[in-house]
């Protein structure tokens, strides 16, 4: 029996028009969700999401909104369609909707706390200056030394934020000391290649605003999961609503384990990957943990001419991602 596990996409994945072919597809969502979303947050969700520019999306204050809504509607779309998930996991930002598919956020609340998450991280990326990049071809631990020795040489904070597949990770921190590091990776033979996060998503320098998030993941009803839960923040299974609660509070300066997030769903049992959302790179990154894995995307799965679950492999991007037809995934972007 086939046991197919959604994984829902961070910010990196959102793009103009993101939202098109869903609503075309089910125009009663843009009612249940984005004018409802438009009321709740004061933002135009739906029109960036379906006419908006990329310029329109590269504030994390609106792309991480709209792309939690682009993605929740993806699913939605996904069980008309007949297709449920047997688990779920979400990288970063996606960690929020997958907590909504398992039943242990409403999804008013998990928007709610996806918009405050956002304004906090970019206050504080506006205040210290900071700067994110991906580095491909270097170990997690090489990375870990490297930033070691780049705040002490610095004296400003560079940090490993997310375990993206066995040779890609992310680094972020200080935009000097993370300029620093990204030259001695070089060095070392690894590419380097800078990211739009817009703020410290996954450091140590998030501190600060933990307790106001906190206070609101405290008053904010959780639940526990109906189905196969994995968390980003730990790689392991949430059991429990409080546990839900941890994992969040911990994300803020937590670094992302998608690799081990990825292990425990293959462990559990899952061996389909639907890719709910926008963009494309989970896909890769699922194929490049588990070589051979049945990986396919919601452009695929719901785009038209298409059937439900059709694989992603059909055509090859850059650097090797599937993507299903449409633009190419361009290749400096990741997932925060």
Do not use: K
Not at 289 to 303: D, E, M, Q, W
């Amino acid at each position: 029996m086939t046991r197919t596990a959604f994984v829902f996409p961070g910010q990196g994945s959102e793009r103009a028009g993101m939202c098109t072919e869903l609503l075309a597809r089910r125009p009663e969502l843009a009612e249940t969700y984005f004018r409802a979303a438009d009321d709740l947050l004061g933002i135009p969700l739906a029109r960036l999401c379906r006419d908006g520019s990329d310029r329109d999306l590269e504030d994390p204050v609106v792309a991480q909104p709209a792309l939690f809504l682009t993605s929740l509607v993806a699913l939605e779309v996904l069980r008309g369609e007949g297709l449920e998930p047997y688990a779920v996991a979400g990288h970063s930002l996606g960690e929020y909707t997958a907590l909504v598919a398992a039943g242990v956020l409403e999804w008013t609340d998990a928007l709610w706390l996806v918009r405050l998450r956002s304004e906090l991280v970019a206050t504080v990326g506006d205040r210290v200056g900071c700067a994110t990049a991906a580095v491909i071809g270097l170990s997690r631990r090489d990375l870990v030394r490297l930033c070691a020795e780049t705040r002490a040489a610095t004296d400003r904070v560079v940090e490993v934020a997310g375990d993206n597949e066995p040779r890609q990770t992310v680094v972020c921190g200080e935009a000097e000391a993370v300029s620093h590091l990204a030259e001695a990776a070089r060095a070392a033979g690894a590419r380097v290649r800078p990211l739009r996060s817009g703020g410290p998503f996954h450091s140590s320098l998030l501190h600060e605003a933990e307790a106001e998030f906190t206070e609101t993941l405290i008053a904010t009803a959780f639940r526990d999961p109906v189905l196969p839960l994995v968390s980003s923040v730990t790689g392991g299974r949430i059991e429990t609503a409080a546990e839900a609660v941890v994992a969040l509070r911990g994300q803020l300066t937590s670094p992302v384990r998608w690799t081990q997030a990825v292990m425990t769903l293959a462990a559990s049992g899952a061996d389909r990957y639907v890719e709910v959302g926008p963009g494309r790179v989970l896909g890769g990154l699922v194929r490049r943990i588990l070589p051979g894995a049945r990986v396919h995307t919601t452009h695929a799965a719901v785009g038209p001419a298409s059937r439900v679950g059709a694989p992603s492999d059909t055509t090859v991007g850059p650097a090797g991602l599937p993507y299903a037809g449409g633009p190419a995934v361009r290749e400096e972007r990741s997932t925060v």
